[in-house]
């Protein structure tokens, strides 16, 4: 079946730190990844999306690449800023079933 | 902005009450989705919809119904609220036709059932 595994967090950072929130996906056919971002007391947002192997998603100074050999979508961002702490979900999408599928979410904690 | 609207952001129940939540989305879009959200679990799927009157089951559809009776708007039922429905309740919506563009969420539900 398709799953999405991301490493546990919190991750805790200083500001201007290096970001990267590791991701692994197991899927049949070609599906779409994504990363949603949830700020506190807030929905998810879409952050970035990557709909095809090699594609690379970025959005607000975050990066992430379709790597269908390593089935890795890792999210990275060079300096991350106090306002950047949030959770944030890796996600599938097969778009046989129009259902997405949710990693267990990455808090990142940052500090000035 | 598309937009997906929850009616209540914090809300607090008792036990044994019905409990509707309510969700409208003004973009069109065909499939709808209620999920909840814990700590340690992420979001699971509740039930989704792919058109009025349509509903299927998610992954954990127990003690929970919906209703789409228009388009716009997916709501979930609580028949008998019990305490381990305090949750973080979210609803989506997606067009079919662009499954690329992933959902758009609602801002939240947060429930408390005492």
């Known amino acids: 079946g398709n799953s999405v595994t991301q490493m546990e967090g919190p991750v805790t950072l200083s500001e201007e730190a290096f970001l990267t929130i590791n991701c692994t996906y197991t899927a049949t056919g070609y599906p779409s990844l994504f990363w949603y971002v949830q700020y506190p007391g807030e929905g998810l947002q879409l952050l970035l999306k990557a709909t095809k192997a090699d594609d690379k998603g970025s959005n607000k100074g975050f990066e992430a690449t379709y790597r269908k050999e390593t089935t890795s979508f890792h999210l990275e961002k060079g300096s991350v800023q106090v306002s950047d702490s949030a959770v944030y979900f890796c996600?599938?999408?097969?778009?046989?079933?129009?259902?997405?599928?949710f990693g267990t979410g990455t808090r990142l904690l940052v500090s000035p | 902005d598309v937009k997906v609207t929850q009616s209540s952001r914090y809300l607090v129940k008792r036990t044994g009450e019905k409990v509707f939540l309510e969700c409208v989305q003004d973009?069109?879009?065909?499939?709808m989705f209620w999920y909840r959200q814990d700590p340690g679990l992420g979001l699971r799927l509740i039930y989704f919809?792919?058109?009025?009157?349509?509903?299927e089951k998610g992954d954990i559809p127990e003690g929970y119904s919906v209703s789409r009776e228009k388009k716009e708007r997916f709501s979930l039922i609580l028949e008998s609220a019990s305490t381990n429905q305090t949750s973080m309740y979210l609803c989506a919506s997606q067009d079919r036709g662009r499954s690329d563009y992933g959902y758009t969420f609602g801002s939240g539900t947060r429930l408390t059932v005492v």
């Open positions: 996600v599938l999408l097969n778009t046989g079933f129009q259902k997405l599928v």
């Open positions: 973009m069109d879009h065909e499939n």
């Open positions: 919809s792919y058109d009025v009157k349509m509903k």
